[in-house]
Each structure stands twice: as structure tokens, then as C-alpha cells.
């Protein structure tokens, strides 16, 4: 562990230059070597280059536990994004969002808080002179079984200081003041040579990136083409395809008996077990073909599986031939007697 300062920030819309923060020296060791409470400029005229990592305001931050199914790395962030979007109460665009890394079982760790005032306050802390390296969420700050969670930081320094810190924050590059980069900028000159050298390199990147994005989004529309064939024209396909995936949802499911959606909708919930390893997927003439990957646990009594798709008013029946199939699709009612006068 190297040295660092650790601050305990009051909430971001408060935060000025006189504002007096509690902080913690923590050293090598990871042990306490100094603390108190001072101004913000006077900190920062004191601290110097030592790294800070800014502790936020139990009401800064959210904290959440999520579970994302297996997604190119590349992907995760878009898939957090998905995963809270329902939670947040602000739109995704106004939110700064940080997770740690999926684990082996799905489970990702997230936060989120308000950008701009973490943006404002990221300004007046880099303009009093500290080096912010990390926000970390006050939850996310604390020892394990902490028996206060709720409280914040304060001093006299002890254990509650003191415990590990992740290895991620929501410090986003893209909200780093314009000052904060001021005690760097002899490293930056030396690297405007390398620069030059990946400008190359980079542009052939990018122009790789857009051709995968285009295609990515051809794919979408296509995608969206078929599953809701009513649109007329699909132009941005993730909102037109949440859109109709909400009327669908408002109405109960009842938009067709053979629908794609409620089908999918309805096996979702049967066959829960499945969920994160969904391999395939196929629709075709009222049937809803999953193919799953190994590692799903189906329930131990075929009984209780049939009861639930019944009670959902779904067929379900595992693939005779092929292994880790499975077919759903709704009942076949037989055909009613001719009416009475």
C-alpha cells in the first residue's frame, strides 16, 4: 500500500474552498500517520502531490449489488448501465457510474451519483491543490461488518479509516478538471512525441470501431425489425424496442397469442433457472426455441416445473433429441363446440 490522504467529504452541493474536512494520512504500512481537519486550500497547500482518495457523503452515492449475464468486457459498461437504469431515479445521461469487474457467478458491484455536482466539486477540489485519485462510495469505504454504516467518517481516526479501499471509483477521466492536469503537464509534453507516432495507429482504430458500430446497429434494426414488425421505421432500436416491450408489459402481455415478446416474456420468468446462460434463441410459427449452455441447474422435480408453466399458461418441454433444448410455447386450447342461439 502506498501513502495517501484519505478525505471524508460533506455532501458535494456543499463543498467550497473553506470548506474544513476531516482527512487521514495513511502510510506505507497502512497505518494512521496523520489526521485532523483542516480548510480546503489549506490542505491542499500541504498535501502537495500525494494521491487523495475522496471519501462521498453517505447520501452521495448509491450503492447496488446486480447480477449481468456474460458480455464481451467491452460490453459491461453498456450492460451495468442497462442492469440500473430501472433503480436510478435520474436519467442514465445525468449519472456518473462506476462497477467492478463481473465475477465468476455474475455478480457486479455498482455505484452511481449525480455528475454534475461531482463534476463542480472535483473542480474546487483540484483548484485547492489535491490530487484526486479516487471517489470512493461511503459504503464501499468502510470495514467489512462496519456496525454503523449510516455514519460518516469522523475523527478521532480509527479502524473505520482504515479499511481496504476497491480498485475502482467513479473519479472518471472525462470529469477530471482542466487544472487537475496542470501539475502534469511536463509528462504530457514528452508524450506528445509518442502521440504522433499511435495518431496512425489510433485513426485506423477508430475508423475500425465506427465500421463495427455500423453494423452493430444494422444488426439491431434488424433485429427490432423482426421482433415488432408493426414499426414502420426503426430509428433508434434500443428506445423503439423498450417502448413497445413496455406497452407489451401495460398490457399485460395480450398483444398477440403467439407474440414473441410476452412468449419470451412468460418462459423468462418459468425458467429462471436458465438465466445467464441463455446460448440461442429462436422464434418460429408460435414457438420459442432456447438453447442453454452447460452449467444451468433445472429443478429437481419435472412436477413442479410443469405446475409453474401452467399457472403461466405456457408449454414447456425439454428437446427429445438435443441436449440443454428447450421449447415453450402457449397452449393449444381445443376448438370450441358451435355457439347456442
Known amino acids: 500500500m502506498r501513502q495517501h490522504l484519505r478525505l471524508a467529504l460533506p455532501s458535494l452541493s456543499d463543498i467550497t474552498p473553506d470548506t474544513n474536512v476531516a482527512f487521514v494520512l495513511v502510510d506505507g504500512e497502512g497505518r494512521v500517520a496523520r489526521a485532523g481537519q483542516l480548510p480546503l486550500t489549506e490542505l491542499g497547500a500541504q498535501a502537495g502531490s500525494v494521491a487523495v482518495h ?27 448501465a442497462g442492469s440500473i437504469e430501472p433503480m436510478a431515479l435520474s436519467e442514465i445521461g445525468q ?11 455474475g455478480a457486479v458491484t455498482v455505484a452511481w451519483t449525480a455528475r454534475e455536482p461531482l463534476k463542480k466539486a472535483w ?10 485519485v479516487a ?17 460518516v467518517l469522523a475523527l478521532p481516526a480509527g479502524p473505520r479509516w482504515l ?16 487544472s487537475a492536469s496542470g501539475r502534469w503537464r511536463k509528462a504530457i509534453y514528452w508524450s506528445v512525441a509518442a502521440a504522433a507516432v499511435w495518431l496512425v495507429g489510433l485513426n485506423w482504430y477508430a475508423a475500425r470501431l465506427s465500421a ?11 433485429a427490432v425489425k423482426q421482433a415488432f414488425p408493426q414499426i414502420p421505421v426503426v430509428i433508434d432500436p434500443l428506445r423503439q424496442a423498450q ?3 413496455d406497452a407489451l408489459r401495460l398490457a399485460q402481455g395480450a398483444a ?34 432456447l438453447t442453454l449452455a452447460e452449467g444451468y441447474r433445472p429443478p429437481s422435480s419435472d412436477a413442479a416445473l410443469a405446475q409453474s408453466a401452467a399457472v403461466h399458461q405456457l408449454s414447456l418441454r425439454k428437446d427429445e433429441t438435443q441436449p440443454h433444448v428447450w421449447h415453450a410455447q402457449r397452449p393449444v386450447l381445443p376448438e370450441t363446440e358451435g355457439r347456442r342461439p
Open 256 to 289: 398477440a397469442d403467439d407474440g414473441f415478446m410476452p412468449l419470451a416474456l412468460t418462459a423468462a420468468q418459468v425458467l429462471d433457472f436458465a438465466q445467464g446462460h441463455v446460448r440461442g434463441l429462436r422464434y418460429e410459427n408460435g414457438v420459442l426455441t
Open 95 to 105: 449519472l456518473c457510474v462506476a462497477h467492478s469487474t463481473r465475477a465468476a457467478d
Open 54 to 80: 475522496a471519501v462521498l457523503h453517505p447520501d452521495d452515492a448509491v450503492v447496488a449489488g446486480i447480477t449481468v449475464p456474460p458480455v464481451p468486457t467491452q460490453r459491461l459498461g453498456a450492460a451495468v
Open 243 to 245: 417502448n413497445q416491450r
Open 212 to 222: 463495427e458500430a455500423e453494423a452493430l446497429q444494422r444488426h439491431m434494426q434488424e
Open 135 to 151: 471517489f470512493v462510495p461511503h459504503s464501499l469505504a468502510l470495514p467489512a461488518g462496519d456496525s454503523q454504516p449510516a455514519a
Open 123 to 132: 473542480a474546487l477540489l483540484a483548484e485547492a491543490g489535491l490530487n484526486i
Open 163 to 178: 479499511a481496504p479501499l476497491p480498485g475502482w471509483s467513479l473519479a472518471h477521466e472525462a470529469l477530471r478538471p482542466a
